[in-house]
């Protein structure tokens, strides 16, 4: 019995060694409707073996019309275009520290429209980390992907803006109606008071000139 555990232990160990030594470059987006905006946060997990990254240079699929990069305070950034299309090709991040340690990890985030597609469609951003000593190109079946979803027809965002206004149209209207409810209320006291008012100022005339008979 002791023995079968061990071997299964062993052969766990041995299968699970190659997927903690293979950790690559992922891609997450904050939206992956098809043709949504949104922003591609990519992890670098660790360096050339045991030597730093310097340098961390992101393709850009054709189908991606413009990149906007976030500014990371420990590298510089640069956007790299094709002379004859003026598109966006590359964005290339390089260490200002002295290099990303084998032990760390760092992200780089950038905006942009997601192409036109069916759910399940990809886009591929191929990633080269340039280290101290040597590269590693994320590319083929290790590409940070984003795979898209359904397009939701909220692109832009306009839905949910739409929403907030008709809330902020609808506390208004509902505002407004409370304060004609209010002014209806007030206008019927205040005519039930003239009303009253004026009767007793008839009966007080009526009695005055009933006194005034009576003397003479």
Request: with cysteine; proline share 5%; net charge negative.
């Amino acid at each position: 019995m002791s023995i079968t555990l061990a071997a299964i232990a062993g052969t766990a160990l041995a299968l699970a060694a190659p997927t903690a030594a293979s950790a690559d470059v992922g891609a997450e987006a904050s939206s992956t409707a098809a043709g949504s905006y949104t922003v591609v946060t990519f992890s670098v997990p660790h360096g050339c073996e045991e030597s730093p990254t310097q340098v961390v240079t992101i393709d850009i699929p054709e189908s991606i019309a413009s990149v906007t990069p976030t500014v990371n305070p420990s590298w510089t950034v640069e956007k790299v275009f094709d002379e004859a299309t003026e598109q966006v090709t590359q964005v290339v991040y390089t260490s200002t520290t002295g290099g990303l340690p084998s032990d760390l990890r760092d992200t780089f985030a950038l905006s942009l429209k997601l192409p036109e597609g069916e759910a399940g469609d990809t886009v591929e951003f191929p990633v080269t980390q340039t280290c101290t000593e040597g590269s590693v190109e994320w590319v083929g079946d290790e590409v940070p992907v984003v795979t898209l979803t359904a397009s939701t027809g909220d692109e832009h965002g306009h839905s949910d803006g739409a929403s907030d206004d008709h809330s902020m149209e609808d506390a208004h209207s509902a505002d407004s109606d409370t304060a004609a409810s209010h002014g209806d209320v007030v206008a019927r006291v205040l005519g039930i008071v003239g009303v009253i008012v004026g009767v007793i100022g008839i009966v007080l005339a009526v009695v005055a000139r009933r006194s005034t008979a009576s003397k003479a």
